[in-house]
């Protein structure tokens, strides 16, 4: 019964922040349309890119749609080109908010693949 | 080993149409396998056959093509990442000497895949093993068990990859065949790099690809066939 609370209280609170306009400022990149809703995007993007991420890797189904490299290639800001380089960069400012720490970066580049090649083409 | 069997079975039983496109001749699977969203067909075995009499003792150009391709430092120090390396062999009773690219064989029954405690190691149904990095615990158990010393463990942090070659630290990694490239159609770095076109590339189960064509008509080896790994990387002129 507590746990179900809980829940309750928990679902709640991610329909209000939902509702609310961010309270920190977020670079969204180079805009355009995301590859879903916005609003299922902000609750559902991890479990896309870890289903995405499975089905590349071990079964080889790219969609490269939703590739975490299409992703940063629209999200990246056009600024810096980057996901990551900032406080109000895409992929930074609400985890930082919300005190989710990701180590996709470690591995994975924040950096538009576009930028990238053009800048190692040399 | 079953499991990847009965897949196999799975995938003829559903998917003969499809097949019928992979193994048109000569297409190597490549227009098909373009930006596919559908997984990969096990139809396909991807191997090697390289001609150790083309391979010139001195030349690295598989090790640098590699090297840039998926961002390794290039360095020979024992915690750098080497995905392929080039060996000199000599027969002591003749004297003879060839020079060989070693690397990870894409073995059928891939010993580092038997050890690993988390399924991260693991073999593609199109036969390409590979190290799943969002689940290797970085224990090396692959390593150890890898006859043919072909894995590395990334020891420092990394900046700036390839965007189509994730790397991090704490995780094993070893070739792959340059998996992204052969999704898009592409051949392996290494095999498209040899000036001497020594490494030849493409569908070991498809009749009518040169490499089956070649494997049928030269003498080919696989390196410690003792152990029955069947190997995707076949040797000539050892």
Same mark, same amino acid.
């Given at each position: 019964?507590?746990?179900?609370?809980?829940?309750?209280?928990?679902?709640?609170?991610?329909?209000?922040?939902?509702?609310?306009?961010?309270?920190?400022?977020?670079d969204i990149g180079q805009g355009g349309?995301?590859?879903?809703?916005?609003?299922?995007?902000?609750?559902?993007?991890?479990?896309?890119?870890?289903?995405?991420?499975?089905?590349?890797?071990?079964?080889?189904?790219?969609?490269?749609?939703?590739?975490?490299?299409?992703c940063v290639e629209c999200h990246a800001s056009t600024?810096?080109?980057?996901v990551?380089?900032?406080?109000?960069s895409f992929?930074?400012?609400?985890?930082?908010?919300?005190?989710?720490?990701?180590?996709?970066?470690?591995?994975?580049?924040?950096?538009r693949?576009?930028?990238?090649?053009?800048?190692?083409?040399? | 080993?079953?499991?990847?069997?009965?897949?196999?079975?799975?995938?003829?039983?559903?998917?003969?149409?499809?097949?019928?496109?992979?193994?048109?001749?000569?297409?190597?699977?490549?227009?098909?396998?373009?930006?596919?969203?559908?997984?990969?067909?096990? &139809?396909?075995?991807? !191997?090697?056959?390289?001609?150790?009499?083309?391979?010139?003792? =001195? %030349?690295?150009? #598989?090790?640098? *093509? +590699?090297?840039?391709?998926?961002?390794?430092?290039?360095?020979?120090?024992?915690?750098?990442?080497?995905?392929?390396?080039?060996?000199?062999?000599?027969?002591?009773?003749?004297?003879?000497?060839?020079?060989?690219?070693?690397?990870?064989?894409?073995?059928?029954?891939?010993?580092?895949?038997?050890?690993?405690?988390?399924?991260?190691?693991? &073999?593609?149904?199109? !036969?390409?093993?590979?190290?799943?990095?969002?689940?290797?615990? =970085? %224990?090396?158990? #692959?390593?150890? *068990? +890898?006859?043919?010393?072909?894995?590395?463990?990334?020891?420092?942090?990394?900046?700036?990859?390839?965007?189509?070659?994730?790397?991090?630290?704490?995780?094993?990694?070893?070739?792959?065949?340059?998996?992204?490239?052969?999704?898009?159609?592409?051949?392996?770095?290494?095999?498209?790099?040899?000036?001497?076109?020594?490494?030849?590339?493409?569908?070991?189960?498809?009749?009518?690809?040169?490499?089956?064509?070649?494997?049928?008509?030269?003498?080919?080896?696989?390196?410690? *066939?003792?152990?029955?790994?069947?190997?995707?990387?076949?040797?000539?002129?050892?």
């Amino acid at each position: 019964m507590r746990l179900i609370a809980l829940l309750l209280l928990c679902l709640c609170a991610t329909v209000v922040w939902a509702g609310q306009t961010t309270p920190f400022k977020l670079d969204i990149g180079q805009g355009g349309k995301c590859v879903k809703d916005p609003e299922w995007m902000r609750k559902n993007h991890m479990q896309l890119l870890k289903h995405q991420r499975d089905e590349a890797v071990r079964k080889g189904a790219r969609d490269d749609k939703v590739s975490l490299k299409t992703c940063v290639e629209c999200h990246a800001s056009t600024k810096d080109n980057s996901v990551i380089a900032r406080d109000d960069s895409f992929c930074v400012a609400c985890h930082r908010y919300e005190a989710v720490k990701l180590d996709c970066f470690e591995c994975h580049s924040g950096v538009r693949k576009s930028y990238w090649l053009k800048r190692n083409a040399k | 080993m079953s499991e990847v069997n009965n897949q196999r079975r799975a995938f003829l039983k559903t998917s003969l149409g499809a097949a019928a496109v992979a193994i048109a001749p000569g297409m190597l699977l490549f227009d098909m396998a373009h930006g596919s969203t559908e997984p990969v067909s096990g &139809k396909v075995r991807w !191997g090697m056959l390289i001609d150790t009499n083309q391979c010139k003792p =001195g %030349c690295d150009e #598989c090790v640098t *093509a +590699c090297n840039t391709e998926n961002g390794l430092s290039g360095g020979k120090l024992p915690t750098d990442s080497q995905w392929i390396r080039k060996i000199e062999i000599k027969d002591i009773s003749t004297g003879r000497q060839s020079s060989l690219p070693m690397m990870c064989q894409h073995c059928e029954h891939p010993p580092c895949v038997d050890v690993c405690p988390t399924a991260a190691s693991f &073999k593609r149904a199109d !036969g390409i093993v590979l190290v799943d990095k969002h689940r290797c615990i =970085g %224990c090396r158990y #692959c390593m150890m *068990a +890898c006859p043919y010393k072909a894995r590395s463990f990334v020891h420092e942090p990394l900046h700036d990859q390839n965007p189509d070659v994730p790397r991090g630290k704490g995780t094993v990694e070893s070739c792959t065949l340059c998996v992204h490239r052969i999704d898009e159609g592409l051949q392996p770095a290494c095999a498209t790099s040899c000036p001497n076109k020594a490494i030849l590339f493409g569908d070991l189960n498809d009749p009518n690809s040169p490499i089956a064509q070649k494997l049928r008509t030269v003498a080919s080896t696989q390196v410690r *066939a003792d152990l029955k790994l069947n190997t995707g990387i076949r040797y000539q002129g050892l």
